[in-house]
């Protein structure tokens, strides 16, 4: 039977020390604008027949890895001429170590599952601590970020490792080693980091967008019991709203 011009949609929303509840619930609000479509809901890669069944995946997770099938059926997914619309801790792995002498944090985040951040593009390895910094197009003619300008986010600044080749279009600036975070694999020779990309693999594509940190009250538990100031990241701007809504449509373009 045709299912007309419906759009299937799956969410992924679920994983750690984020308020996945509100980001879930807006990226809801943000797809429910339109008419077309119809979204599935899940916390993790598990119902993958459902997911490799819909005409576009968005995810919004952190510290979420698939199995090794899940990855594999994913990967032919995106190969078939998939889109992928990967919101911020997507590509995070995520280990907390011994604490330092001083009793600081030390995070490792592990290439435990390479073939999935190749399918993403990118894994996360590091961020600096969350402040404000600015965000500035890189391609401004491209219909993604076409008239959005330079503007400035609360958020967590992704540092990644990356994977293939990626067509940036929106970036920021930052080149100082970060602590806390074990890893260095995102230094280079240039200062400049991806926060919105389009990466190509096989007939489909993965675009990622790093923006959107966001944590509330319990969210860091059992490390922290009550996390004294919630945070709201790039949810506070109109610019954030305004990439999701264009990269929903991207998504629902054949």
Request: negative net charge.
């Amino acid at each position: 039977m045709s299912k007309s011009d419906r759009i299937d949609v799956y969410l992924v929303a679920g994983g750690k020390f984020h308020n996945i509840d509100h980001a879930r619930v807006e990226i809801l609000k943000l797809l429910a604008e339109q008419p077309r479509i119809k979204v599935l809901v899940g916390s993790d890669f598990s119902d993958i027949d459902a997911i490799c069944a819909s005409d576009f995946l968005i995810t919004y997770t952190c510290d979420v890895l698939p199995t090794e099938e899940e990855t594999r059926r994913l990967v032919a997914y995106v190969e078939s001429g998939k889109k992928w619309f990967a919101l911020h801790g997507t590509s995070s792995i995520l280990r907390f170590m011994e604490p330092g002498a001083d009793g600081s944090p030390r995070v490792d985040c592990p290439e435990e599952n390479k073939p999935f951040m190749e399918l993403l593009g990118s894994q996360f390895m590091a961020h600096p601590p969350i402040q404000e910094y600015d965000v500035h197009v890189t391609e401004p003619e491209h219909p993604l970020v076409k008239g959005i300008p330079t503007f400035t986010v609360d958020d967590e600044l992704y540092l990644c490792k990356f994977h293939g080749e990626h067509h940036t279009l929106l970036h920021t600036h930052w080149s100082e080693p970060v602590e806390n975070f074990l890893r260095d694999d995102w230094m280079n020779d240039t200062d400049v980091q991806p926060v919105l990309y389009i990466h190509n693999y096989g007939a489909g594509q993965v675009l990622y967008l790093t923006l959107g940190h966001c944590r509330g009250k319990y969210d860091m538990q059992p490390y922290i019991e009550e996390y004294p100031v919630p945070e709201e990241g790039a949810w506070k701007t109109p610019e954030f709203y305004e990439l999701l809504r264009r990269g929903i449509r991207w998504s629902m373009e054949p």
